[in-house]
């Protein structure tokens, strides 16, 4: 079964028999009981406030009787009430309705205490960072067919257009609008929404290809080494710090190097990461040789059992030349130590960016081989279309996703789980 059968399932028509048995095992021909029901569930308000009527009477007649029986003994003792009920008369509607409301308010305070809070599943993590970017492709594409009645070749036009506007990219919006031309003429398509489906399921089959994701993270049976590329702003080094907690909550050895070394910020920011998640972090004093950091580092990994070393690096896109020198010499010196790393070099993108985050993907996969993208802050964009862009014109997976700011919000990349945030509903 493919990727977009999995996902929405195949949509049949159903039978005319089929239709019919079931509305008449569905037939309800039983009495229309709710006008009593809800009178009943109106009762227990009437009932609470007759009730306080009728012990505040009953308390009043005991009162009265005692006074009456402790007129004849000889000494009269006044019986003082520390706390008086009030009387029938007394007892207004304004008061009866706080004293609910009151009684009301307690017990949801009680119950919200005890109801414990629902941790978020891995799938309601992508529908809601995948929020903007599905309502905004889904909207332009409603509009869209909502715009045209017939197929031709305007229809093409437009909808290559927009495809492009929802950043999936001009070589994907190019490729997909021909094979929906294809299409329209093998199917003999004259209505928009006989292509609807087609358009979604083209989406879903460009992103799977052969069924080749290769999204998993190659983490090794002893030190596993990852190397973090990318610009400045990208969320590279935040990103670090919360892979830094999630492995250590799973029970990992993690430690971290500060190579972006020629900004103070960087190196900062990365230590106050290890402060608050109880990670070492090894650094160097300012403008030191990054590679120099990262040898210490990979020293230290190797002498001390650590099991994920996770090293930052600077992001100076601006001059390829020096980057490229420097990442091939911190590459050269991971190898030194343990020939066979990095295990995974990742490039952080801000998914907010779009297209240029595309432009940054291909700049970096011509300096330093990529094997993975760790997406980031695509909870606040539109543009998560992005993906598919990377996926058809780089090829590089994604395997990482960032799906807001909390120190959880950070996991391991599913191609159907992404899928399904993006496209659901719009079937």
Do not use: C
């Not at 009680?110 to 629902?118: G, R």
């Not at 294809?182 to 089959?205: G, M, Q, S, T, W």
């Not at 670090?240 to 999630?246: E, P, Q, S, T, V």
């Not at 993690?254 to 090894?282: C, H, I, K, N, S």
Request: aromatic letters at 6%; a negative charge.
């Amino acid at each position: 079964m493919g990727l977009f059968d999995r996902l929405f399932g195949k949509k049949e028509e159903p039978k005319i028999e089929e239709v019919v048995k079931e509305a008449l095992e569905n037939l309800d021909l039983s009495e229309d009981v709710e006008p009593a029901l809800t009178e009943a569930e109106e009762l227990p308000h009437e009932e609470a406030e007759v009730e306080i009527v009728e012990q505040a009477l009953l308390q009043e007649e005991e009162i009265q009787d005692t006074v009456e029986e402790n007129k004849d003994s000889e000494p009269v003792v006044e019986v003082q009430q520390v706390e008086e009920f009030p009387n029938s008369e007394e007892v207004s509607e304004e008061e009866n309705t706080e004293l609910l409301e009151t009684v009301e308010e307690n017990s949801s305070e009680v119950l919200e205490a005890e109801t414990p809070q629902v941790e978020e599943t891995v799938q309601e993590k992508y529908d809601r960072s995948l929020k903007k970017t599905r309502t905004g492709f889904g909207a332009r594409l409603n509009t869209f067919f909502a715009n045209f009645r017939s197929v031709d070749e305007e229809f093409f036009e437009e909808l290559e257009e927009l495809l492009i506007m929802s950043d999936v990219g001009v070589q994907v919006a190019s490729n997909l609008t021909e094979e929906l031309r294809y299409e329209a003429k093998l199917e003999n398509a004259k209505k928009p929404d006989a292509l609807r489906r087609v358009i979604i399921e083209k989406l879903v089959e460009l992103y799977e290809k052969d069924g080749n994701y290769d999204e998993r993270i190659h983490f090794q049976e002893g030190l596993t080494v990852m190397l973090f590329v990318g610009v400045n702003g990208v969320g590279k080094t935040t990103s670090i710090g919360k892979l830094a907690h999630r492995y250590k909550q799973a029970g990992k050895k993690v430690m971290l190097v500060a190579a972006d070394t020629f900004r103070a910020g960087a190196v900062a920011q990365l230590a106050e990461w290890g402060r608050r998640v109880d990670v070492p972090v090894v650094t160097g004093p300012e403008k030191a040789d990054p590679a120099s950091v990262v040898f210490d580092g990979m020293e230290r990994a190797v002498a001390e059992g650590i099991d994920i070393l996770m090293i930052d690096t600077a992001g100076r896109l601006q001059n390829k030349d020096n980057l490229m020198a420097e990442l091939e010499k911190i590459g050269r010196i991971i190898k030194r130590v343990v020939p066979e790393a990095p295990h995974e070099t990742f490039l952080a993108l801000d998914a907010s960016t779009g297209q240029n985050a595309l432009v940054q993907a291909k700049e970096f996969s011509k300096i330093t081989p990529l094997t993975g993208i760790v997406l980031t802050k695509i909870d606040g964009t539109a543009r998560g279309g992005v993906v598919l862009a990377i996926r058809e014109e780089l090829n590089i997976p994604v395997k990482l996703i960032g799906f807001g700011e909390k120190i959880n919000d950070i996991g391991e990349f599913n191609s159907e789980n992404f899928m399904k945030g993006l496209l659901e509903g719009l079937i």
